[in-house]
Each structure stands twice: as C-alpha cells, then as structure tokens.
C-alpha cells in the first residue's frame, strides 16, 4: 500500500521535534507492513523581510527534504493575520491539491490519503483526496476536537470533513467520543493509541544519564517536557516546586514564547537558582533527560494521548500528570504514576502536586515495573490497527468506485 501523508504536523529543520509523533507512527507503519509514503507537511508562506524570531523557522525549510527515508514536501500556503482559523482550509488546501498533482503529473500513484490533525489539515486533505479520487482517513490528536469544535465556523468544516472522509481514528477514547458526536451516524471511528519507541527510550542507570548531562547526583530532580506554552503547564509546575523539599531542582526541557515569562516567574517565587530551562534537546538523546530525574511532570490543560509519559515511563521513571482527557488512559496503574485534578479552566492546587510528586520522589516505583508498563505499549498492536482499517477503506473505495 502507497500512502500520500497530509499534515502539518510533521518535523521539519526549524522544529525537528514538531509533530514527531506522526513521523513515528508512519515510519513504524512502513517497517512493518513494508508500505511506503510520500508525506505533504505545508509550512506558512513567510517573505524574507519577515523572517525573523519564529518565523525564520519556516523561511528555512526547504521545500523537499527526506526524513527516516521518507520523502517529505514543504508547499507554502498563506496564513492571514486575524482570519485564519476560518480561511486556513482553503489555503491550505490550495497549497496541497496542487503538490499532489505535481506528484501524480510526475508518475507517482497513490492508494490513500493519510491526513492527521482534523482543523484546518484534514479538512485541507478532503480537498485533495477529491483533487486524486482517493478515499480519506483523518486522525483527531487533541485540539483539532476537544477545543477548536467550540469554535463556530470551525465546526462547520468540521462536519463537513467528517461527511467526506470515509474513516477516522482517534489516539484516546476521549477524543474518538469527540469526533463520533461531531459525525454522521454509523461514522467508523476507532481509537489507536500512539505507542512508544521501546528501543529509542530505554532506561540508563541514573547515575550515568545525570553525568552525561552535568546534573546534580544527589538532589531531587522533576523533569518537565515539551512545548514553552500556557497550555502545557509549566507554570502551575513552577508555583508547586516551592512547596517541595528545598533541595528539589526542575529542568524544563523545550522552548517556546513563554520562557520570558517562565524565566519571571521563577525569579519572583525565588526558586530561580532551581530551575533550569535547558532548551530542546534531540529526540533521541531524551532518554537521558527522562533516565536521569526522579520524576516527570505534566501539568496541561488539554492533552490528547501524551507521548512523554510513555516515553518517561520507558525509561523508568514515574510521572504526574493533570487528570485530563487522554492522560487517565495513559496512567491506569498508580504504580507508574499519579493524576492530580485539574477541573476544566482552573489550575491544579499546587500544594497537590507538590505532595504528589513528593510521595514519588520519597517512595520511588519499581523501575522495573515502570519499564514492563511501558512494553504494553509498543506501536505494534497501533500497526496492526491501522493496516486493517486502511485496507478496508481502499476496499470499499474500490467497490464505489466500481459501480
């Protein structure tokens, strides 16, 4: 089977960690299945006299590149200031009908078109499935169905996609309740987990990974990983760490728009000589970062199936997380780690995370259990899952298309 991935979720030179999950789950897909792909991951069309801060990062990527072996295509579309959560599908789409049609026009064929993120990517994608007569699935990872459906136009094209697309999955229970209340009746929807890299994140001896990386080898350290944003919560973490033993240390790891204002926070809590943000680091050094802290904590406010925490436990360390839709079917075992209550629009109470990360710190799991938690987890029985589904679509896209 030959897909034509459709996303913008997907790593490209000036994020090498954006969206990594989807290169994952489709480079497992290939190993296992021996399938192959060609992926579209537009980036924001950005003139070189605005090219500056973050925006630099998409006037460099270039517009093909190859990543895992996989060719990848990097069209530019217009992203309008002030429209365009409502215009972003015609763009986008735009941008995309017309990569696709270079790709056929230059021989290559396809048997379906793989999109992920439902708004405004999948929608984008019905565009271009019609453009090619290629049946459609849609993945839902978070947002794209528990926040932006709130948004009026946005919903709308959402139904819309969801009428054209022949199938979708969802990577959490949570999210596929989402999608099935958005669709037409009868509308295949299935859950298929992001499963975790067994190889890649695997455990080291603690000692070992805080050497490599210059940390402290007798303080307590919370690890804290992903994007500098409100969403994700690093803040709460930062109002909590006073309340821990005072020799705890946090390490953020990521970056983003909020650091400036992580960075004056943490002077003004006076906990600014404890906590270190220390950039990105590369995917496959993250095992290090995750074998050498006591504990990993995630705060957010939305999440759909959180990839750190299966990452964090393969490499043996236990996490906290806010009780939020995907992350309670991540952590079902309190043995691997703790959910912390986070109602919808408020904080989590610091004096709860602290306690609870306290109770990990003091009273550490079993790393080896930890580990075998993870390995129930791996991207096979996601694999599996998706060939199924896959080729059940091109089937009955066959038999329309026979008729």
């Not at 735009?94 to 990517?121: K, M, S, T």
């Not at 939305?302 to 436990?313: K, S, T």
Request: glycine share 8%; hydrophobic share 45%.
């Amino acid at each position: 089977m030959r897909l034509l991935v459709f996303t913008t979720l997907f790593p490209h030179p000036g994020a090498p960690h954006h969206g990594i999950f989807v290169l994952e789950r489709l480079r497992h897909w290939i190993e296992a299945t021996g399938g192959s792909a060609v992926v579209i991951a537009p980036v924001p069309y950005v003139p070189r006299a605005l090219a500056r801060g973050r925006f630099a990062e998409y006037a460099a990527v270039p517009f093909e590149e190859s990543r895992a072996g996989i060719r990848v295509l990097h069209p530019r579309y217009l992203l309008l200031p002030k429209v365009s959560m409502s215009v972003a599908p015609w763009t986008l789409g735009r941008a995309g009908v017309a990569a696709a049609r270079r790709l056929v026009a230059a021989g290559e064929r396809f048997d379906l078109v793989d999109a992920h993120y439902l708004y405004p990517d999948g929608v984008a994608a019905s565009f271009v499935a019609r453009s090619l007569g290629l049946p459609l699935v849609v993945t839902a990872r978070g947002t794209d169905v528990n926040l932006i459906p709130r948004h009026a136009i946005p919903r709308q094209w959402l139904r819309f996609l969801l009428r054209r697309a022949d199938a979708a999955i969802a990577v959490a229970d949570a999210l596929r309740h989402e999608v099935v209340a958005l669709a037409p009746a009868g509308f295949p929807c299935v859950t298929l987990r992001n499963g975790v890299d067994l190889a890649k994140f695997r455990p080291l001896e603690r000692s070992v990974a805080r050497a490599r990386l210059r940390w402290p080898s007798d303080r307590p350290i919370v690890l804290s990983v992903g994007h500098l944003i409100e969403r994700k919560g690093h803040h709460h973490l930062l109002a909590a760490l006073p309340r821990l033993p005072a020799g705890t240390l946090l390490k953020l790891v990521g970056d983003g728009e909020w650091r400036t204002r992580l960075e004056a926070q943490a002077r003004s809590l006076g906990i600014a000589d404890r906590v270190e943000f220390c950039g990105r680091i590369a995917h496959d050094e993250l095992h290090v970062a995750y074998s050498a802290a006591d504990a990993l904590a995630l705060l957010s406010s939305r999440e759909g199936w959180p990839n750190v925490l299966l990452e964090a436990l393969a490499c043996g360390t236990p996490v906290v997380a806010t009780k939020v839709f995907g992350t309670p079917e991540v952590i079902r075992d309190e043995r691997v780690g703790r959910l912390v209550d986070a109602p919808e629009g408020e904080a989590p109470a610091p004096d709860a995370v602290a306690a609870t990360l306290g109770e990990l710190i003091t009273s550490p799991p079993d790393r080896a259990h930890l580990r075998r938690y993870a390995e129930g987890h791996s991207w096979q029985e996601t694999v599996r899952g998706m060939q199924s589904l896959f080729e059940q679509v091109v089937a009955r896209h066959a038999v329309g298309a026979s008729r």
